[in-house]
């Protein structure tokens, strides 16, 4: 099921106004369901040492990472201006995760910098912080599982011997033996299998793997592995056919494994990371969008002011899909249709044979679930500013948490005549 039934009607009570206030498009955070969304996860994993590390990059906005900061939540960071909104929405040191890829000194430093706890991808970057940088005593290591895993990984990560993440788990204690050399003393483990699943088992997988893992480790390295961090990609239903993830009944699974689990040189067993984005953001946010344009052809095409620019994952992955709604037009007539944007590329549909009501210009869209890698992943191609985030509270208010661009933030970094900025370049993504 998308968008929840309750914010959904939070929502539509507040929408003339909202679009009257502020213009379409826009990207709208849900706070009530945001806080549901983060007890639910204190509560399925409250008996064990657990912490979420929510992943900067889904929703990088500071108020919403803020909100999220109030529940004790971490960030998950991967880059510099990463580090930099995760301490804007107040976390220090050990409240941030570091996960490298290909990282550079630079950036490695910046993390080292910021106290943050860093996942090395590879040997290469264990090289960089011994050759050039430190060694922090607390090192967490990516575990690239290869065939190990038959079965655990998904489209998005590629098949296990060519996707470029991770430490080959038949290298691991020999790169867990040179990290003690180095003077590191508690070591993490890391593994990220797939993306937006809505079943426990790649994940229950992925932590069978890491206590196996942890137990060679402390038997043939001697340091203690203290934290296991089983990444993100719990997903949410996009469809309105699909079930969510029973989070509860996977916090009890998580818990039963960590209970059977013991040291073989007596250690604390470790501690639980997740860095989910999708699961926390995802459904809480939702594209709010405007007719523009009826095109009759060989279908017929409804035209809104957002684009891909506003909503890319319908673009660039074909089996994306985000639920579509016209909250005030529902009685009409229906019929089927494509939903575009403005852009010079085919691909550019929020939505394809959706079942609509009969729409006209000025009608409403609201196109779900674009509360995680949604704004974010919004990019300039064609010269089109990207659109504004707002926050609705619990109690009905609104605030602008991101304005839109302007024709000015398109030509910040060129050298051009300010007389020609004079005239206002509207609102976000115009048509
Ligand atoms: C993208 C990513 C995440 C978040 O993924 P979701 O599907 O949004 O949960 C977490 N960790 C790493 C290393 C990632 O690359």
């Not at 580090?83 to 910046?110: I, K, P």
């Not at 402390?218 to 296991?228: K, R, Y």
């Not at 699974?253 to 999708?278: D, K, M, N, Q, Y």
């Not at 249709?337 to 085919?346: A, F, I």
Request: proline letters at 7%.
């Amino acid at each position: 099921m998308p968008m929840s039934p309750a914010f959904e009607n939070r929502l539509k009570a507040a929408l003339p106004r909202i679009v009257e206030t502020f213009g379409t498009p826009f990207h709208i955070y849900d706070a009530e369901g945001l806080h549901q969304t983060c007890e639910l996860f204190e509560r399925a994993f409250r008996e064990i040492d657990c912490r979420e590390y929510f992943a900067v990059k889904a929703l990088p906005n500071p108020a919403v990472m803020r909100l999220l900061a109030g529940h004790g939540f971490g960030f998950d960071t991967s880059s510099i201006s990463e580090l930099t909104l995760a301490r804007t929405a107040g976390a220090t040191g050990d409240d941030m995760c570091f996960t490298s890829s290909n990282t550079g000194a630079a950036e490695l430093a910046a993390a080292l910098d910021a106290g943050a706890m860093i996942t090395v991808d590879d040997e290469a970057i264990l090289a960089t912080l011994a050759d050039r940088l430190t060694v922090p005593e607390s090192l967490a290591f990516r575990v690239n599982p290869g065939r190990s895993l038959e079965g655990g990984t998904n489209h998005l990560f590629g098949e296990p011997e060519t996707t470029k993440f991770g430490v080959p788990v038949d290298r691991l204690v020999k790169v867990c033996a040179q990290a003690r050399d180095l003077g590191v003393r508690e070591i993490g483990l890391h593994m990220m299998m797939a993306s937006n699943v809505l079943g426990p088992e790649p994940l229950l997988l992925t932590l069978d793997l890491l206590l196996e893992q942890a137990r060679e480790i402390e038997d043939e390295v001697g340091v203690p592995v203290t934290s296991l961090n089983l990444g993100g990609g719990i997903g949410i239903p996009y469809r309105p056919e699909e079930e969510p993830f029973d989070l509860t009944a996977f916090g009890a699974a998580v818990r039963e494994r960590l209970t059977g689990w013991s040291s073989p040189r007596g250690h604390a067993r470790p501690a639980i990371r997740f860095e989910c984005g999708r699961y926390i953001t995802g459904p809480h946010g939702a594209l709010v969008t405007r007719v523009v344009n009826r095109m009759d052809k060989w279908r017929t095409f409804v035209g809104v002011d957002a684009s891909m620019v506003s909503l890319m994952r319908p673009a660039l992955y074909s089996w994306a899909y985000h639920h579509i709604t016209a909250p005030f037009a529902e009685g009409r007539a229906r019929e089927v249709v494509d939903v575009v944007g403005s852009l010079p590329e085919n691909n550019d549909r929020l939505g394809r044979e959706r079942d609509l009501p009969v729409l006209a210009e000025g009608d409403v869209l609201v196109v779900h679930d674009t509360g995680a890698h949604g704004h974010a992943m919004g990019f300039n191609y064609t010269g089109r500013p990207r659109p504004q985030e707002l926050l609705l509270h619990p109690d009905g208010s609104v605030e602008l948490i991101r304005r839109a661009e302007t024709e000015r933030d398109l030509f910040a970094t060129l050298d051009f005549p300010p007389r020609l900025l004079e005239s206002p370049a509207g609102q976000g993504d115009p048509g």
